[in-house]
């Protein structure tokens, strides 16, 4: 069993930076495979941003590339998402999610390929 914690989000304006993280428990983080994935009211869960057991490998929804940058510390056992210059759609519900499944590519960006869930952050991004 892995547990997720979730913290950092809030109220911004358009153009600010929030910092997300998330501490991993009950396992090792260096054995885990974990993403960010946000939820907005009325849509569908979808994929944010992803990163390999150990950091080397990455990957991003195409809007918010070179903008967000995911980051893990395995030492700490927490991994983090830096949004800079937020935009109103980035509004939504921020879920850090984890699998213990091997990916030959180093990541998984689908939500049935994550089998831990955090209960979520809210980010909230004003014009």
């Known amino acids: 069993q892995v547990q997720l914690v979730e913290s950092g989000g809030g109220l911004v304006q358009a153009g600010d930076s929030l910092r997300l993280s998330c501490a991993a428990s009950g396992r090792t983080c260096s054995t885990i495979t974990m993403g960010w994935f946000r939820q907005a009211p009325g849509k569908e869960r979808e994929f944010v941003a992803a990163?390999?057991?150990?950091?080397?490998?990455?990957d991003y929804r195409d809007s918010v590339k070179g903008r967000f940058t995911i980051s893990r510390d395995n030492a700490k056992n927490t991994v983090y998402l830096q949004m800079n210059s937020l935009k109103p759609e980035d509004t939504a519900v921020y879920y850090c999610?984890?699998?213990?499944?091997?990916?030959?590519?180093?990541?998984?960006?689908?939500?049935?390929?994550?089998?831990?869930w955090g209960q979520g952050t809210q980010v909230t991004v004003s014009s």
């Open positions: 990163i390999g057991r150990s950091g080397a490998s990455t």
């Open positions: 999610a984890a699998t213990t499944r091997y990916s030959f590519i180093g990541y998984f960006t689908k939500v049935p390929e994550y089998d831990y």
